[in-house]
């Protein structure tokens, strides 16, 4: 017997994620394999799946997926972005130095300052958007160099091809964050990197609903290495989660698209306000990594970040929009307003983040779904009100 859909494929979900029962009755979405175990039907040899720590067909449909979108060979699913950026750090030894970009997220600060020290494991910060600055801190111990672009908050653009060239000629491997373009505006690995990384609880997930981590190799071996650190930590994400994940992934192009549309229209009405002192956003022509981001990505993205001229302004300014939410994280369809200072960034001391530029004014805004139109006007008299109660010092 035959059915008639067996060949349906979903939007950006290709026929490799089909591969167990919808494929023989034509099921649009992957199954949820809610199962921690599975049954052996030979008692010498074992079927491809025995512990759902290890392997399951749901998470292996997410994997295959993303590894697919990012043009790899190998992809890895976490229970959250920084289960993922932690697993990739343990392909290092003790005595291994990390050179990373100094505008890095806190979370990620936070384990290369605090933890992975514990494990002789050293590391130095540097300005990415210059590539001197990358060569000077390398040492003979170097062992990779930690990229993220743009950069969480402030935008920064790191020219990709350039620091995986300057890694080669050290004998380093390249991470990169590609949390705020995604797959679908920027393909990390085409350029020669070797692990590619997200928080996909952001704009691959898209609904604010689920924590997930993924990673992508294309190297076949370092994908074995990446997998068998996987399965030991066992930070994996769950069968259900994969799936939430994977129905995000099917909207991601025209969320994202229309998303981008509005943040360029966005950035262009907070560079000509007064009372906004600088905006970070790589679609502006006057952003000092636009041509390098123009280079290496398709779209400038969904996240901006502005300076306002205080932490006073930037408290009244936020307690008066109305549409956006005031929360942690970033991409999902509702607008999320952020103060980096004491959100994604606490961890970092205060001291630091002024060296980055995160200062006690800086909002980062990542952009919904929400009428552009309607986010503008509710930023306009969030700021008329700002500015009538006379809050800047």
């Not at 039907?41 to 759902?52: I, K, V």
């Not at 997410?62 to 890895?76: C, K, V, W």
């Not at 600088?278 to 123009?294: C, Q, R, W």
């Not at 302004?313 to 980096?340: C, D, M, Q, R, T």
């Amino acid at each position: 017997m035959t059915y008639p859909n067996e060949q349906l494929e979903t939007s950006l979900i290709t026929t490799s994620t089909r591969g167990w029962s919808e494929r023989k009755i034509g099921a649009v979405n992957v199954p949820i394999y809610l199962s921690s175990t599975f049954h052996q039907g030979n008692f010498d040899e074992f079927g491809p799946y025995d512990y759902s720590r290890s392997s399951n067909p749901t998470r292996d449909a997410l994997e295959r997926t993303i590894a697919e979108l990012e043009g790899g060979t190998r992809g890895f699913a976490f229970a959250s972005g920084i289960a993922a950026i932690s697993s990739a750090f343990m392909l290092l030894s003790s005595g291994d130095h990390i050179v990373i970009t100094e505008d890095v997220y806190g979370g990620t600060f936070r384990f290369v300052t605090e933890v992975l020290p514990r494990f002789g494991i050293e590391h130095t910060f540097a300005d990415f958007t210059d590539v001197k600055s990358v060569t000077n801190a390398i040492r003979s111990n170097t062992k990779l160099l930690y990229i993220e672009t743009p950069s969480n908050p402030c935008l920064g653009i790191t020219d990709i091809a350039s620091i995986v060239a300057l890694a080669k000629r050290n004998d380093c491997l390249t991470f990169l964050d590609n949390t705020f373009m995604t797959p679908l505006y920027q393909r990390p690995l085409d350029l020669g990197v070797d692990v590619v990384l997200h928080s996909a609880t952001k704009f691959l997930s898209g609904h604010s609903d689920i924590i997930a981590g993924l990673a992508v190799t294309k190297d076949e071996e370092l994908g074995k290495r990446l997998a068998f650190i996987q399965n030991s930590f066992g930070a994996v994400l769950g069968a259900q989660d994969s799936f939430s994940l994977i129905q995000g992934i099917k909207t991601l192009g025209v969320r994202f698209e229309k998303s981008s549309e509005s943040a360029q229209k966005i950035a262009t009405y907070l560079m000509q306000h007064s009372l906004v002192e600088e905006v970070f956003y790589p679609g502006l022509s006057t952003h000092p990594g636009y041509d390098i981001h123009v280079k290496q990505a398709s779209n400038p993205g969904a996240v901006l970040s502005f300076r306002l001229p205080n932490r006073t302004v930037a408290k009244v300014f936020v307690e008066n929009v109305k549409i956006p939410v005031f929360a942690v994280s970033l991409g999902g369809v509702e607008s999320i307003l952020s103060h980096p200072a004491q959100m994604s960034h606490a961890a970092m001391p205060k001291e630091e983040r002024e060296k980055r530029g995160i200062t006690d004014g800086l909002l980062r805004f990542s952009v919904g779904l929400e009428n552009v139109d309607d986010l503008i006007a509710d930023f306009e008299q969030a700021f008329t009100i700002a500015e009538k109660e006379k809050v800047i010092t």
